[in-house]
């Protein structure tokens, strides 16, 4: 065993203290749990092909919208943005490793035991297509969801989700404030360990909160409490408003780390500095603190007094304003850049154009009053479907393609790089763009079947859905090949990038910065 | 193989994570199987974190004591603590947060306030939510109860949480004075008062169960009472057997008056514990 290789064999990642090891294992299980909650969406997206029962019992078809909701939200995005973190944070501010090495392990090897936890009821019960697993939403509304016979499982799923979670946010929180480089200031520091600064803050806030929700659940099921019972003195809008406090916070953890990496990738593509770094950095926080005062926007239909209704409004889309600050500075450093158009730049611009649009569907909702019109339709889900999958996923997977030569030391295929971009692109926009039009029209979420004049455009939406479902594979294809060899990757990979991570060898040696860099 | 280069200790490849790993899913699963009974699985889970705290906290013990920690080491703990400490504080905000939107809310609206007089006229006609005596719902759910007053058991609490707090800044002072006489004592009497406020509080729950008809079913008044004064004394036994674990050390001879932030850590708890009281005892037994 040398002094600075890996161990060899399975120990190798069940025991590791390094934190490019971790990344890779937290990026793999997020990109099978990407599979497993888009295999789910094509089960729904079948069902919903054509008008009519067609594939599944509805029952099942609940299962499917839960079950899929919630591992893309917790076993997907999440610990893909966390990967990036430990492969990168302590590359990008010259530290040798995460400030705790084996709590990072812990983060981590709690994942496959939560996610255990959280699909081991869809199989108890005996018949599987009968869909016994969790079929209340993503969100687990009580009461609904205190009618759920292995409810328990869920609440420990999300209890160890949570535990993972503030640990790894609270690994990164030290490590960016006790383990930066000499001379790296925070200033310098770049957006994407600035987006994770202020991300980690709010899991931290978060995510015990949920904990908390959860433990009601909990105890109102099994122990006898009356937190959301009517009939006990409770509320069952206390849940739903202990859940948002947690929910909306959470749709920002799931894109400022996203934001971070399209401030990394832009630059390097349009030759420029990033425009107006210090505003991308008090934007992000301006976003955060608005992201703990607007949760009663995903309530209007619920029912609150009206003086309610209009602070949630007016505080939710103030959030427009830190986001446009976001939009118009990565706008404005493309603006005269000596651009060109490698695959990472493709999916950052795209993330630009469709986040975008994601951000405007997100204004028609906060406003209350037409909030009344769309509340619950498909126009809602194609909302936060452009935010999450052509906002978050789009990021991330813009970011897998600009530092896997970093990581791998390989180059990965332009052509089919290329490739995957367009058929996803192409696909995406054909699954989630129609689904404004039947929103809009009148279409429900979450209903197995719906009324025929909705017929054309949800069949164009699960051809969509089906090929952006299998492009993906193409994309798993890439990365393997990239991992097993390729054209030779410089250490600087691109024309010029910013940042130390740039400064290592390509693949990036087990240990990095051993002895801290010097920052002019 | 372990890196100290740079000065900033790395830790070699540890077993404990996984073990932890395995320890919380099989309480958890044993929990869950049956809720309200639960399996032997729960308990072998939690004999399996026993094991991997002793084991964990031990190994970062002998690596403390072995001087491998730096000051930027030290530095990356104090952060971890005080955020995980954080994070807590927001676990409290949650139940302090049910409790107020419940006597400020909920039970109002069911009286009939603001635009809900239909609502107490036709679903709960005659109605009175009388915080803090009938306050267990339109159903008087689990029967009529009695509450445990404020300045009894309650206030003595107070007095006893608000004493240990100084007995361990005391312990602090002599720890950095070099005084390990004081330090000791200090400790002792803080952890002696911690477990005697345990001690009150179990008395006052059963108490509570026998002679009160006060239960976790009491409504929402009893599942307030019960989860928030509930979790926070499982917070002071958690916080008194850290400061347990930090007399033993005491008197093992580990710290010195510059290097003992695990005995800072166990004190920041306990401050936070304290803090946590206080709001009880005025939202949830005074006010």
């Known amino acids: 065993m040398s002094e600075h290789g890996p161990e060899k064999g399975i120990k190798r990642w069940l025991f590791t203290t390094n934190h490019k090891d971790i990344g890779t294992l937290y990026l793999w299980f997020s990109f099978i749990m990407l599979l497993v909650g888009g295999a789910m969406a094509m089960v729904i997206r079948a069902e919903l092909m054509y008008p009519g029962m067609q594939v599944v019992n509805p029952n099942f078809f609940n299962m499917m919208t839960t079950m899929h909701g919630l591992i893309m939200v917790f076993g997907a995005i999440m610990p893909a943005t966390v990967g990036m973190a430990n492969w990168l944070i302590p590359m990008m501010i010259g530290a040798p490793d995460m400030a705790m090495p084996r709590m990072n392990n812990w983060s981590f090897w709690i994942l496959p035991f939560a996610a255990t936890m959280l699909v081991l009821p869809m199989f108890m019960g005996g018949d599987f297509l009968a869909g016994q697993g969790p079929a209340f939403g993503w969100t687990f509304y009580e009461p609904l969801s205190g009618q759920y016979d292995n409810l328990a499982f869920f609440i420990f799923a999300v209890h160890l989700l949570g535990i993972s979670s503030i640990m790894g946010s609270i690994n990164i929180i030290a490590t960016i404030l006790n383990l930066r480089a000499p001379g790296m200031t925070l200033m310098k520091m770049p957006m994407f360990v600035w987006t994770w600064l202020i991300t980690a803050f709010l899991l931290i806030a978060v995510m015990p909160v949920l904990a908390g929700a959860v433990t009601m659940m909990l105890t109102d099921k099994y122990f006898g409490t009356s937190f959301f019972d009517a009939a006990g003195g409770g509320d069952p809008v206390l849940f739903q408003h202990v859940f948002w406090f947690f929910g909306h916070p959470e749709v920002y953890i799931m894109i400022l780390p996203a934001f971070g990496i399209v401030s990394q990738i832009i630059p390097t593509f349009a030759r420029k500095k990033l425009f107006g770094y210090s505003s991308m950095v008090y934007a992000t926080a301006a976003i955060a603190f608005l992201s703990f005062i607007v949760w009663a926007h995903h309530m209007y239909t619920v029912g609150m007094p009206v003086a309610g209704e209009l602070y949630f409004m007016y505080a939710t889309v103030m959030i427009a304003v830190p986001t446009a600050v976001k939009v118009f500075n990565w706008t404005a450093t493309m603006w005269r850049g000596a651009m060109t158009f490698e695959t990472p730049m493709l999916w950052a611009v795209a993330f630009v154009f469709l986040f975008t649009i994601g951000g405007f569907t997100g204004l028609m909702l906060g406003v209350a009053p037409s909030d009344f019109q769309y509340h619950d339709t498909y126009f809602v889900v194609a909302h936060f479907h452009y935010v999450l999958v052509t906002g978050a996923l789009f990021a991330l997977i813009g970011g897998v393609y600009y530092w896997l030569p970093k990581w791998t030391g390989n180059m990965y295929d332009e052509k089919l790089g290329k490739l995957h971009f367009w058929l996803s692109v192409i696909s995406v926009n054909v699954l989630f763009f129609p689904q404004h039009f039947v929103g809009l029209a009148g279409m429900q979420r979450r209903v197995p079947d719906y009324a025929v004049q909705f017929a054309d455009w949800n069949f164009w939406s699960s051809i969509g859905g089906f090929v952006f479902g299998l492009s993906q594979l193409l994309f798993m294809y890439i990365v393997i090949k990239t991992i097993k060899g390729g054209e030779k990757a410089s250490d600087k990979v691109w024309d010029n990038p910013e940042g130390l991570e740039w400064t290592v060898p390509s693949p990036a040696p087990y240990h990095t910065f051993e002895t801290a860099p010097e920052i002019k | ?287």
């Not at chain 2, 104090?78 to 954080?86: E, T």
């Not at chain 2, 477990?195 to 002679?211: K, L, M, P, S």
Request: glycine share 12%; hydrophobic share 50%.
């Open chain 2, 1 to 287: 193989m372990t890196h100290a280069q740079g000065g900033y200790y790395l830790p070699s490849p540890s077993h404990w994570p996984l073990v932890g790993s395995i320890g919380l899913f099989l309480t958890t699963f044993g929990f869950a199987l049956n809720p309200n009974d639960p399996t032997f699985l729960m308990y072998i889970g939690l004999a399996i974190i026993a094991y991997m705290m002793f084991g964990w906290f031990g190994t970062v013990i002998r690596e403390s004591e072995g001087g491998l920690y730096n000051d930027q080491v030290d530095r990356s703990y104090r952060w971890g603590m005080m955020w995980f400490i954080f994070s807590e504080v927001m676990f409290f905000a949650a139940f302090f947060g049910a409790l107020f939107y419940a006597r400020q809310l909920a039970l109002p609206w069911l009286n009939g306030e603001g635009n809900n007089a239909m609502t107490n006229e036709i679903l709960y006609n005659g109605f009175q939510a009388v915080w803090p005596t009938d306050a267990n719902g339109p159903a008087n759910v689990g029967g009529d109860y009695k509450i445990i007053e404020a300045w009894g058991i309650p206030a003595l609490n107070t007095l006893i949480l608000l004493s240990s707090g100084v007995t361990v800044t005391w312990a602090h002072w002599g720890l950095k004075k070099g005084n390990r006489g004081q330090l000791i004592l200090g400790l002792l009497a803080t952890v002696i008062l911690g477990f005697t406020f345990v001690g009150f509080q179990a008395y006052e729950y059963i108490h509570a169960y026998t002679e009160m008809n006060l239960t976790l079913g009491s409504g929402i008044y009893g599942s307030t009472f019960f989860m928030l004064t509930g979790f926070h004394g499982l917070h002071v036994t958690i916080g008194a057997i850290m400061l347990t674990v930090m007399l033993l050390r005491s008197m093992k001879g580990h710290f010195t008056a510059d290097n003992h932030f695990a005995f800072e850590a166990a004190a920041w708890y306990w401050h936070f514990v304290d803090v946590v009281w206080l709001g009880l005892f005025i939202f949830v037994y005074w006010l």
